[in-house]
Nanobody
Framework: QLQLVESGGGLVQPGGSLRLSCANS????????IGWFRQAPGKEREGISC????????YYADSVKGRFTIFRDIAKNTVYLQMNSLKPEDTAVYYC?????????????????WGQGTQVTVSS
């Protein structure tokens, strides 16, 4: 069972950093594919990163590659998105989502469980 809750958003200046958290109160996130998505006003939702099941393979959209890092803390049952070198165009509501199928991998994942979202604003 996936019950995802995001936190860590806020206002940050260009070039700054934020770390978003995606915590689950159910089964261990270690066994599920967890992705991060974002949606800016007037734009379509964009998938930006994903971490696969126990193998932990990671994936990134070109727009964030080299700046964002996805990782998980199994003991805390939390997946994180470390965001560095933030730009104004990173401003969006960020969501984490999970594929509730045991052992799912990111390629072909069916993200049916979503968190409530957290706002990230990059502005001077």
């Amino acid at each position: 069972q996936l019950q995802l809750v995001e936190s860590g958003g806020g206002l940050v200046q260009p070039g700054g950093s934020l770390r978003l958290s995606c915590a689950n109160s159910g089964f261990s996130l270690e066994y599920y594919a967890i992705g991060w998505f974002r949606q800016a006003p007037g734009k379509e939702r964009e998938g930006i990163s994903c971490i696969s099941n126990k193998v932990g393979a990671t994936y990134y959209a070109d727009s964030v590659k080299g700046r964002f890092t996805i990782f998980r803390d199994i003991a805390k049952n939390t997946v994180y998105l470390q965001m560095n070198s933030l730009k104004p165009e990173d401003t969006a509501v960020y969501y984490c989502a999970g594929d509730s199928r045991y052992g799912a991998s990111c390629p072909g994942a069916d993200f049916g469980s979503w968190g409530q979202g957290t706002q990230v604003t990059v502005s001077s």
